[in-house]
């Protein structure tokens, strides 16, 4: 894929002569990255094409999936060893790439009953000194169910796309953010335990962060986007559509149609059945979950073969970029554009 995206790239600078191009950039954006809202002219010289290190690359996104989804974690049931091996993963993760813990440590625990459960949340502060105290919420759940019927002998459902692919996401945002800092609002990176459980984790901490007085603006969970939709579909779609005019002002920063309605969504109420719920009870702004299953993509849901190999880890790395400028929007916009309907 490098050797692909390094030869494209000589093709497009011999090309290129000494003319001046034009270079599509989101006003909304603070490092420009490319899209149909505005025009500047710019000089040859100057970067044409987003620096690969400023770009998820594919080997980072599948390390550490293949980690979430592997047989040690033992399918990260929520008070397990093997979910503890995840946290710590994923803790490590932020202390690596300068992600901030929000509360004293990474961890945010709750109880249910004997069960110790810990969300894992990080915290990249906004760089403007007034929309900073605002907050765009990104989350996933990194638990699973642990085990299922057996299959050829095994029986750990390593959850891959459920919900590592989301969680996976989520921790390369939170790299990107740290690395740039590129955002004027404040950003948490939040991941659940106990989503399995009738997502216990997530209300823990939206309870927690309501106490705490917190200008939450928006927030968005990603479940499962390990695989990719029909050609013919829209890349991505959301839930709770009609609640607010997120869809829209996400494709006014990416630039293009990533983000669509799905009749399922609505129909079997998924809306309610994921981790934006809890913050949509608690807060009452958008909060909603963005996937690519639709239901015809993916036969391994709550199955021992929902395994990193079934997985396309392309299409994850090409929505993991296409979503960057899409939370550059949503966190450098000068006023809060994604608002609530009146329903």
């Not at 955002?183 to 335990?193: H, K, M």
């Given at each position: 894929m490098k050797k692909i995206f390094s030869l494209f790239l000589l093709i497009l600078i011999l090309s290129c002569g000494g003319q001046?191009?034009?270079?599509?950039?989101?006003?909304?954006?603070?490092?420009?990255?490319?899209?149909?809202?505005s025009r500047i002219e710019a000089n040859t010289n100057e970067t044409m094409v987003p620096d690969l290190a400023d770009n998820i690359i594919l080997k980072d996104v599948q390390s550490s999936l293949e980690y979430l989804a592997s047989d040690e974690l033992e399918g990260r049931n929520t008070g397990t060893k093997g979910i503890e091996k995840a946290a710590i993963y994923i803790e490590n993760?932020?202390?690596?790439?300068?992600?901030?813990?929000y509360f004293k440590t990474y961890r945010d625990s709750f109880n249910l009953k004997n069960i110790v459960g810990y969300n894992i949340v990080g915290y990249v502060e906004g760089s403007d000194p007034e929309l900073k105290?605002?907050?765009?919420?990104?989350?996933?759940?990194?638990?699973?169910?642990?085990?299922?019927?057996?299959?050829?002998?095994?029986?750990?459902?390593?959850?891959?796309?459920?919900?590592?692919?989301?969680?996976?996401?989520?921790?390369?945002?939170?790299?990107?953010?740290a690395k740039t800092k590129r955002?004027?609002?404040?950003?948490?990176?939040?991941?659940?335990?106990a989503e399995e459980m009738g997502l216990k984790g997530?209300?823990?901490?939206?309870?927690?962060?309501?106490?705490?007085?917190?200008?939450?603006?928006?927030?968005?969970?990603?479940?499962?986007?390990?695989?990719p939709r029909a050609e013919t579909e829209v890349m991505a779609y959301?839930?709770?559509?009609?609640?607010?005019?997120?869809a829209k002002k996400l494709n006014d920063y990416a630039g293009s149609?990533?983000?669509?309605?799905?009749?399922?969504?609505?129909?079997?109420?998924?809306?309610?059945?994921?981790?934006?719920y809890p913050f949509y009870k608690q807060f009452n702004v958008p909060a909603h979950a963005i996937s690519t299953f639709d239901f015809t993509n993916f036969k391994?849901?709550?199955?021992?073969?929902?395994?990193?190999?079934?997985?396309?880890?392309?299409?994850?790395t090409s929505f993991i970029n296409k979503m960057i400028p899409v939370i550059s929007g949503m966190v450098n916009s000068t006023s809060k554009e994604i608002q609530m309907n009146n329903e």
């Open positions: 001046k191009k034009i270079i599509e950039t989101n006003p909304n954006s603070i490092d420009n990255t490319p899209s149909n809202t993760f932020f202390k690596e790439n300068s992600v901030k813990p105290n605002e907050f765009v919420i990104l989350g996933a759940h990194y638990d699973h169910i642990g085990t299922a019927k057996e299959v050829e002998g095994d029986n750990i459902a390593n959850g891959a796309n459920d919900d590592a692919s989301g969680t996976a996401a989520v921790m390369e945002w939170s790299r990107y953010f955002n004027r609002r404040s950003l948490l990176f939040t991941l659940y335990a997530s209300e823990h901490l939206a309870k927690r962060l309501k106490g705490k007085g917190m200008d939450l603006y928006t927030m968005i969970n990603f479940e499962m986007i390990g695989v959301i839930t709770g559509f009609e609640k607010s005019n997120i149609e990533i983000i669509g309605f799905f009749p399922k969504a609505k129909e079997f109420q998924l809306f309610k059945r994921s981790d934006n391994y849901y709550h199955h021992v073969d929902d395994e990193a190999d079934k997985l396309d880890f392309g299409h994850m």
